[in-house]
Nanobody
Framework: QVQLVESGGGLVQPGGSLRLSCTAS????????MGWYRQAPGKQRELVAS???????YYADSVKGRFAASMAAAKNAVHLQMDNLTPEDTAVYYC?????????????WGQGTQVTVSS
């Protein structure tokens, strides 16, 4: 079992920055991938960025060059630095961890943190 708690959301003006953090507890040794998803009102949840335990990263096209994800060496946290934010980035941001034990994969989600970009 892994528990995830997000923090760092809030209200920011267009062009501003925010840094989201997700702290993991429990069986963090089994975490293979941590990622950030977001869900805007009326839209499906989408993958924004992910980081593997080997530091391989993935970014959605819409955030490339603006967002940077990083995972702590102890695999107990993942961060999302968000720069040059636009109103289109407004959403609830969720942290997700994928664990692996043998051939069994499990997904864990945080409770979400609201990011609002508005003037």
């Amino acid at each position: 079992q892994v528990q995830l708690v997000e923090s760092g959301g809030g209200l920011v003006q267009p062009g501003g920055s925010l840094r989201l953090s997700c702290t993991a507890s429990g069986s963090v040794f089994s975490i293979k991938v941590m990622g950030w998803y977001r869900q805007a009102p009326g839209k499906q949840r989408e993958l924004v960025a992910s980081v593997t335990s080997g530091d391989n990263t993935y970014y959605a096209d819409s955030v490339k060059g603006r967002f940077a994800a990083s995972m702590a060496a102890a695999k107990n946290a993942v961060h999302l630095q968000m720069d040059n934010l636009t109103p289109e980035d407004t959403a609830v941001y969720y942290c997700k961890a994928v664990t692996q034990r043998g051939s069994i994969l499990n997904n864990y989600w945080g409770q979400g943190t609201q990011v609002t970009v508005s003037s």
